[in-house]
């Protein structure tokens, strides 16, 4: 049990809609990264916040943007969705009481048709 | 930038043989170092990692790795598979300091665990 919690599990999008993932984590940590798993691959990073700033963004186009709010919950939007967008986006914060421990979410399966 | 190569997508061992997962990293500073797991439809689980302490690392489940910095290697190894260690492990890098906690993922080896 990491703490982590995210939403919507699992959800289906049509091809040019928009998707917005939700994530929160009990302790309040404040460091929040999103990570992008597509089948069979490795997580990729997309962005991280602290301090409800983005802080560092991997290769992913602008239409993949974030908030995080003061009470350190996040949100992952996704515009004008492709079908490559299907993957697992999981969710990760970092936790200070541990060091550069990263815990992860369970993760939202998002498959666009 | 940082890199990591797991060497073989799939291993395939016995009940009660040696887990041996290869991890090489490429990073331009000290890194730290994790291992994950992931069990199918779930998220990543954390099994061990090195943050530059004791270069052998124990982690939950029996797992342990060794950091060898002259073969910029950090291999995760058992002594004795279970059939519910079956899954897929990432081995995963990141920067020592600052405040980007940015991991760099391998692409995974799945570990089948033969009765």
């Known amino acids: 049990e990491t703490g982590v919690t995210q939403s919507p599990t699992h959800l289906i999008k049509t091809r040019g809609q928009q998707v917005t993932l939700r994530c929160s984590s009990q302790?309040?940590?404040?460091?929040v990264s999103w990570y992008q798993q597509a089948l069979g691959q490795g997580p990729q990073f997309i962005f991280q916040?602290?301090?409800?700033?983005?802080?560092g963004r991997g290769n992913f186009p602008p239409r993949f943007s974030g908030l995080q709010f003061p009470n350190y919950s996040s949100e992952l939007n996704v515009n004008a969705l492709e079908l490559d967008d299907s993957a697992l986006y999981l969710c990760?914060?970092?936790?200070?009481?541990?060091?550069?421990?990263?815990?992860f979410g369970e993760g939202s399966w998002l498959t666009v048709v | 930038a940082q890199s990591v190569t797991q060497l073989g997508s799939h291993v395939s061992v016995s009940e009660g043989a040696l887990v041996l997962l290869r991890c090489n990293y490429s990073?331009?500073?000290?890194?730290?170092l994790f291992w994950y797991v992931q069990y199918p439809n779930q998220g990543l689980q954390l099994l061990l990692k090195?943050?530059?302490?004791?270069?052998l690392v124990k982690g939950i489940n029996g797992f342990e790795a060794e950091f060898k910095k002259s073969e910029t290697s950090f291999h995760l190894t058992k002594p004795s598979a279970h059939m519910s260690d079956a899954a897929e492990y990432f081995c995963?890098?990141?920067?020592?300091?600052?405040?980007?906690?940015?991991?760099?993922f391998g692409k995974g080896t799945l570990l089948t665990v033969n009765p």
């Open positions: 990760a914060y970092r936790s200070a009481l541990t060091g550069n421990t990263i815990y």
């Open positions: 302790s309040g940590h404040n460091t």
């Open positions: 916040y602290y301090r409800e700033e983005e802080n």
């Open positions: 990073s331009s500073v000290p890194p730290y």
């Open positions: 090195y943050t530059s302490a004791a270069t």
């Open positions: 995963a890098v990141s920067l020592v300091g600052g405040s980007n906690y940015k991991l760099t």
